[in-house]
């Protein structure tokens, strides 16, 4: 049984750390978590998992996941974490949202980089 999105993703929170020589990289909104060897790498990484999650629920009709945020205490470490350029990801919109063949959506995505070791995910 699919269900209706109740809340529309209008922008996404990145929060980069760095544990035992790695980037961490993890969106929060949907608590979707990658690594890799420097920041670009992770957020790459990060990028093809997210747009993937939203592709998935939308073609499957299970809109829950786009509303599975991580847990307070990294959004707590956004206050404490260093803000840096914010992106647009392009996302495709598949026909089941709007009454239209695709469109393409571009989401804010706010960046910020933890000065300190967050604890393991």
């Known amino acids: 049984m699919s269900s209706q999105p109740g809340?529309?993703?209008?922008?996404?929170?990145?929060?980069?750390?760095?544990?035992?020589?790695k980037t961490i990289a993890h969106c929060l909104d949907l608590d979707l978590v990658?690594?890799?060897?420097?920041?670009?790498?992770?957020?790459?990484?990060?990028?093809?998992?997210?747009?993937?999650?939203?592709?998935?629920?939308?073609?499957?009709?299970?809109f829950e996941q786009l509303c599975f945020k991580a847990t307070g205490e990294y959004w707590n470490a956004l206050s404490n974490?260093?803000?840096?350029?914010?992106?647009?990801l392009?996302?495709?919109?598949?026909?089941?949202?709007l009454p239209v063949n695709r469109s393409i959506v571009s989401l804010p995505v706010y960046r910020h980089e933890a000065q300190e070791e967050l604890q393991a995910v």
């Open 7 to 21: 809340t529309i993703l209008t922008a996404l929170h990145y929060l980069f750390s760095h544990r035992l020589g």
């Open 34 to 62: 990658t690594s890799g060897e420097n920041l670009v790498e992770a957020e790459s990484r990060l990028n093809a998992v997210v747009l993937q999650q939203i592709r998935a629920c939308y073609t499957g009709g299970n």
């Open 81 to 88: 974490a260093r803000e840096i350029e914010m992106m647009h």
């Open 90 to 97: 392009q996302v495709e919109v598949p026909p089941v949202v």
